[in-house]
Nanobody, 116 residues
Framework: QVQLVESEGGLVQPGGSLRLSCAAS????????MGWYRQAPGKQRELVAS???????NYADSVKGRFTISRDNVRNTMYLQMNNLKPEDTAVYYC??????????WGQGTQVIVSS
């Protein structure tokens, strides 16, 4: 089993920045992909960004140039640096881990609100 714990989100003004973290613990396979998903009210959950254990990175078009995903494989922690936040970034952000063997693991979600 794997446990994923996200840092607290928060309320940020448009144009502001916020950094999320996700700490993984438990039985973590060395080869995996971690990612951030988000779900806004009334919308489907969508991929924000993902990063493989070897460093491959993928971003949603809507966040390219504004968000940066990174990970520390020693601490089993993933980060999402969010800059130039927009009201449309308001959502519950979820941490995800996939190893291709077991069902994907999810964090509990953390609320990010971008509003003036």
């Amino acid at each position: 089993q794997v446990q994923l714990v996200e840092s607290e989100g928060g309320l940020v003004q448009p144009g502001g920045s916020l950094r999320l973290s996700c700490a993984a613990s438990g039985s973590i396979f060395r080869l995996n992909v971690m990612g951030w998903y988000r779900q806004a009210p009334g919308k489907q959950r969508e991929l924000v960004a993902s990063i493989g254990s070897a460093g491959s990175i993928n971003y949603a078009d809507s966040v390219k140039g504004r968000f940066t995903i990174s990970r520390d494989n020693v601490r089993n922690t993933m980060y999402l640096q969010m800059n130039n936040l927009k009201p449309e970034d308001t959502a519950v952000y979820y941490c995800n881990l996939k190893d291709g063997i077991r069902p994907p693991y999810w964090g509990q979600g953390t609320q990010v609100i971008v509003s003036s």
